[in-house]
């Protein structure tokens, strides 16, 4: 079955960019679209966007408009997270995930990323 | 703003069953939320349990049922293990966006 492989932890400053990749370990993506989330330590899960890999459409939660951007490489079997302006709020671990037609299936590791000065 | 609620946690002895429920702070869960279940064990990646309300994964013991209970959907655990001790968490699709419940913390003692 597919994994979903991401990168690893990272520390950032505040008010500076982090950027997540997320591969799948086989050739492709076995299903359409790679949803991502967070959870904030002691937290629940929070849905922040998803990206079609095929064609690159995304959607953003509200809250994440504007400062999240989600893209993709196909010839790495690759997608990616930025997330900018970066605060200690955005501290969390950050899941990559793949769904197709409302189900989701397997999930990345996990990516935690502190924002500390 | 839609809030998707769980309840906090819940206690089950070993062998026990268990349900688990997923509500809408706005009204009914229907099947076209296309409920989502999943659990996340501390350390572990997570794992999808149940997709579509009712229907288990390949990977899914079949201890494990999703279904749709009044206004709520529902995940029950029939004669639970002590692995089974995690935290579970539903998934709500709502207008193009999806929406995480505040997660269950089931301990199994």
């Known amino acids: 079955q597919m994994q979903l492989v991401q990168s690893g932890p990272e520390v950032k400053k505040p008010g500076t960019s982090v950027k997540v990749s997320c591969k799948a370990s086989g050739l492709t993506f076995s299903n359409p679209v790679v949803q991502w989330v967070r959870q904030v330590r002691g937290q629940r899960l929070e849905w922040i966007g998803w990206?079609?890999?095929?064609?690159?459409?995304?959607v953003y939660a509200q809250k994440f408009q504007g400062r999240i951007t989600f893209s993709r490489d196909m010839s790495m079997s690759a997608v990616y997270m930025e997330v900018s302006s970066l605060t200690s709020e955005d501290t969390a671990t950050y899941y990559c995930?793949?769904?197709?037609?409302?189900?989701?299936?397997?999930w990345g590791q996990g990516t935690l990323v502190v924002v500390s000065s | 703003q839609t809030v998707v609620t769980q309840e906090p946690s819940l206690t089950v002895s070993p062998g026990g069953t268990v349900t688990l429920t997923c509500g809408f702070s706005t009204g009914a869960v229907l099947s076209g939320s296309s409920p989502n279940w999943f659990q996340l064990k501390p350390g572990q990646t997570p794992k999808s349990l149940i997709y579509r309300t009712s229907n288990r994964h390949s990977w899914t013991p079949a201890r494990f049922s999703g279904a749709l209970l009044g206004d709520k959907a529902a995940l029950t655990l029939s004669g639970v293990q002590p692995e089974d001790e995690a935290d579970y968490y539903c998934l709500l699709a709502q207008g193009g966006a999806w929406v995480f419940g505040g997660g269950t913390k089931l301990t199994v003692l």
């Open positions: 995930a793949s769904e197709g037609l409302g189900i989701w299936h397997f």
């Open positions: 990206i079609v890999v095929g064609s690159g459409d995304t």
